[in-house]
């Protein structure tokens, strides 16, 4: 049974930073989603099971940072220069089964329940 439990979220300050954790069950290929009110889910960054791929969506590139600490099966994702428009529901996903290389967005099978980030203005 895999299970992804969120955290870390809050409400900052635009310019401030955040890190969000995605404790697993396993040691897979994560990913990091967000979802604001009356958008689509969209992709933010993933890394593969041994962290040596990372990828970011553009908008987020040079302000946020994926990592893990596979003693903990657990995976980052630091949030700094935090924009308004970051504010979402961010959620950690995984895709099974296992693969080396980092999943299509298409392939994400599991979900966390999610953590709310909010950025004031």
């Known amino acids: 049974q895999v299970q992804l439990v969120e955290s870390g979220g809050g409400l900052v300050q635009a310019g401030g930073s955040l890190r969000l954790s995605c404790a697993a069950s396993?040691?897979?290929?994560m990913a990091w989603f967000r979802q604001a009110p009356g958008k689509e889910r969209e992709f933010v960054s993933a890394?593969?099971?041994?962290?040596?791929?990372?990828d970011y969506a553009d908008s987020v590139k040079g302000r946020f940072t994926v990592s893990r600490d596979n003693a903990k099966n657990t995976v980052y994702l630091q949030m700094n220069s935090l924009k308004p428009e970051d504010a979402a529901v961010y959620y950690c996903?995984?895709?099974?089964?296992?693969?080396?290389?980092?999943?299509?967005?298409?392939?994400?099978?599991?979900w966390g329940q999610g953590t709310q980030v909010t950025v004031s203005s």
């Open positions: 996903a995984t895709a099974l089964p296992l693969r080396l290389g980092l999943p299509r967005s298409s392939d994400y099978n599991y």
């Open positions: 396993g040691r897979y290929a």
């Open positions: 890394i593969t099971w041994n962290g040596g791929i990372t």
